[in-house]
């Protein structure tokens, strides 16, 4: 690489800080910097270029004073301002409440969790990151999957198309068994917005793997 | 078919039996309509009579009508009060029945109709006077016009020419205006005769040719022709009470020339004859005058026209005086008292007596006698008259005082029903006043009550909201100062090398971090409800612990206030922690619903269940009650020990 990547690391723990820095240090050479607290690293941002920031959600140290008061309102912030940064979130919350709020809203590039990181997923994120891609740390995307599943499991058309899918050829000849609650037939494009939907809540590749996660999952026997 | 048989023959008995019956009631009422139709000469008056008990039996009240009213006027035209007596009663009872003016006012016809036949005549005046006013009552003209043509010809006979005038021309008002032809051809008629006996002869022709002109369109022909008579033999009375003998002679020869008179009505043939030998007799042309008077006479006999014989015998009597032959003067003179005694003809009778009395061909003595019978007889006469006269003139007076108290009556009646009626309107519009008034007020008052009602909900929301960001301070500062705090101590104690203390205040650390999310909630403007919910059933979903929820999608949650979900939100999330972490339920239900008004959430769980009263955990569900109660909710928790635990849970949505 012949620019070397500036990365900006915000964390109310110097001791966290040093051991994401000594862990980047293992495989490559990165410019990092790093601040204890949001309304710093806004200005720092604002300030100068970065490739990527990775910051905490909740701050301890924020006091009354503090205008930014924690890791959504900062990454709020720079979306808001138009900042050109990849941000990435480095964590110890791993509630699904917090990370489905941080992914619906923020969709941050990366979502890794504190107890789990090590130089290797922190480099394999960098990579993601910075070729336009996402990466969650196994256990968040487990736990989005998680959700998905349920959430279509709550969903009668849903089921109905993956329990049907698997015994028709063609997604036309769904169109005339698949009904809604109110009885009457769906039409075939809300049929494949609805596949389409699901393959992006079970991140399948096809409709084939669509099937297969479904069952993997339990939504379907 | 041994069975069948006998059941074929049991139900042809049965329609036989019905069908006989319909044939029977069809015979009767087609032998009804038989005997009304085809009832005339000698036999008319039977059959009409059976017709009437057929209809009585049938009970079919518009036949029992027909068929009594056509009984009692043949029985009346025949003579005979017996059946007009007959009709009268029927009706009588067809009117208590149905109630029908018409059959009142027919009763009151043939009551009329029977004195008439008994020469009572102011009785007979009486009824025509009341079955009149019934008819008027129901705007039935015909009638009234028929029965006043009758009161006419009854005032006039009694002398009562005024009365007569008067009742025609009452007559007239009512017939005219339906374009009747026969009575009001009567009336006109009737109204002649009354002027030509009070001898004014001019206006007697006026109404005859008016009546005249009426009979000319008279499409029954038979009445038309006897009209045709009757204008040429009045006219002639007329002139020839004006001593005009020609024209009196040439008008009752028109009457006898009238095409075959002599057949068609032998009785106006004969009376023509009779009255054209008088008007010679008067003028003094003596020579005609006898064959006619035979002829007459003889016709008269024939058809046992006692009252005419009696008036012919009279002209005889003054003919054979005339030429003075005394004994055939006397003869007649004899007959005609006879004839009229025997017709009741009492006026004729005195005529006679007084001729007598003034006739040379007897001794004075005997015409002395003549004389007194005639005093007697014009006496009575004239005593009788004057009381018909003064009866009529009372009935016509009281009637007439009736109809006046009558109007007075209806007009005053009119103007209280006026009244009334306005008053009942004053009633009704303070009525509606009062009640339009009365729904404004409580309308008001339940805008006004649920206005309060509504400031309440939405300040104690508001007093929610507050009390939620109190505690979301207090969150924060046990989060960033005492934890904050705690977390310095704790580096200090490491530093000091004091591990064992540092654990322990690691400890605390943690629970004041614990108690801090505990007391921080959920925002509902980043992410909706829906979405919350499924985070929260997905923390805690496993296939160790699988959660249904109904109603989530089903509803719409956008505009339930903040307040509200989070409550929902948070009592889910701690029944969900209960059964997960202390029941180790293995299925959980939820339930979400809307109505108009509340929210509902009803949470039930496999677990193990507890006793909510000694439960020392129970303060996270302490905390939830209190959330409730704050926004007017209200939670119900059953549980026993092994049984899981059911919670339910009621929020008004609004007021």
Known sequence: ???????????????????????????????????????????????????????????????????????????????????????????????????????????????????????????????????????YTHEVHQKMIHRASINIQMDEVAIQILKELPSQSKINNLEGIIKKEDGTFLKLRSIESKLANLRIDLNAINNTDLILKAKELGIID | MKVKTPIFIILFFCCAIVFSQQSTTLQKKDSIQYFLKNASGKYQLRDLEKAVDLAEKLEIDSLIMVANVKFGLQSYLKKKTYGLDIAQQNLNKLYLKSKDSFALAKVFHYKALIHLLNFKKDSSLYYYIESKNISASIKDSLEVGRRLLSMSNIQRDGKDYLGSELSAIEGLQYLEPINDIRFTGNLYNSLGLSALRTNKNKEARRYFNSFLKINQQNPNKKRKYTGFFHFYNNSALSYIREKNYDKGIELFNKALKMDSLEFKSPKLYSLALDNLSSAYYSKGELTTVLNRLKLANKIKTRINNISGLSTNHNLQFSYYSKINDS?????????????????????????????????????????????????????????????????????????????????????????????????????????????????????????????????????????????????????????????????????????????????????????????????????????????????????????????????????????????????????????????????????????????????????????????????????????????????????????????????????????
């Open chain 1, 1 to 135: 690489m012949s620019k070397k990547l500036k990365i900006l690391i915000a964390d109310d723990h110097q001791i966290l800080i040093d051991g994401i820095i000594s862990s980047l240090k293992e495989i490559e050479e990165y410019d990092i910097s790093s601040t204890t607290n949001c309304d710093d690293a806004f200005a720092k941002l604002k300030q100068e270029p970065f490739d990527i920031l990775f910051t905490d959600l909740s701050f301890d140290n924020d006091t009354v004073s503090t205008k930014i008061d924690g890791g959504e309102s900062l990454i709020k912030a720079i979306q808001k301002e138009e900042i050109s940064v990849k941000i990435g979130v480095i964590t110890g919350h791993s509630e699904i409440n917090r990370i489905y709020n941080v992914i619906q809203n923020l969709k941050p590039s990366a979502y890794l969790l504190k107890t789990k990181c090590n130089a290797t997923e922190l480099n394999f994120a960098i990579q993601k990151m910075m070729s336009n891609d996402f990466y």
């Open chain 2, 327 to 655: 004994k055939k003067a006397l003869y007649h003179a004899n007959k005609a008292l006879e004839y009229a005694k025997e017709s009741n003809f009492t006026r004729r009778e005195a005529i006679i007596l007084l001729q007598l009395a003034n006739s040379n061909l007897i001794n004075k003595k005997a015409a002395n006698t003549y004389l007194q019978r005639y005093i007697n007889i014009n006496d009575s006469i004239i005593e009788h008259e004057k009381t018909v006269k003064n009866q009529f003139a009372r009935i016509r007076y009281e009637t007439g005082k009736k109809e006046k108290e009558n109007f007075t009556l209806k007009v005053e009646n009119d103007k209280k029903q006026l009244e009334i009626e306005k008053e009942k309107q004053q009633k009704l519009i303070s009525f509606l006043l009062a009640i339009g008034s009365l729904l404004i007020l409580g309308i008001s008052f339940l805008v006004f009550k649920n206005r309060r009602k509504k400031l309440a909900f939405e300040t104690q929301l508001e007093k929610a909201e507050a009390r939620e960001q109190e505690r979301q301070q207090i969150a924060k500062s046990l989060h960033d100062e005492v934890a904050g705090d705690l977390r310095m101590l704790h580096q200090q104690l490491e530093k000091t090398n004091q591990v064992e203390v540092a654990k322990k205040l690691d400890v605390v650390k943690n629970n004041v971090r614990n108690l801090s999310h505990q007391l921080s909630s959920v925002r509902f403007n980043e992410v909706n409800f829906k979405d919350q919910i499924i985070n929260l059933i997905s923390d805690y979903f496993s296939l160790d612990c699988k959660i249904k929820v109904s109603g989530l999608n089903e509803f719409d949650w956008t505009n339930i206030e903040s307040p509200i979900k989070r409550t929902l939100y948070l009592t889910l999330r701690e029944s969900l922690q209960n059964a997960n972490k202390y029941a180790k339920a293995t299925q959980i239900n939820i339930e979400l619903n809307q109505t108009k008004n509340n929210v509902y959430l009803i949470i039930k769980d496999n677990g193990v269940g507890f006793d909510f009263s000694e439960r020392a955990n129970g303060i996270g569900l302490k905390n939830q009650k209190e959330r409730i109660e704050e926004i007017n909710g209200n939670i119900e928790i059953k549980s026993s020990i092994n049984k899981g635990t059911t919670i339910k849970i009621e929020i008004p949505i609004h007021v």
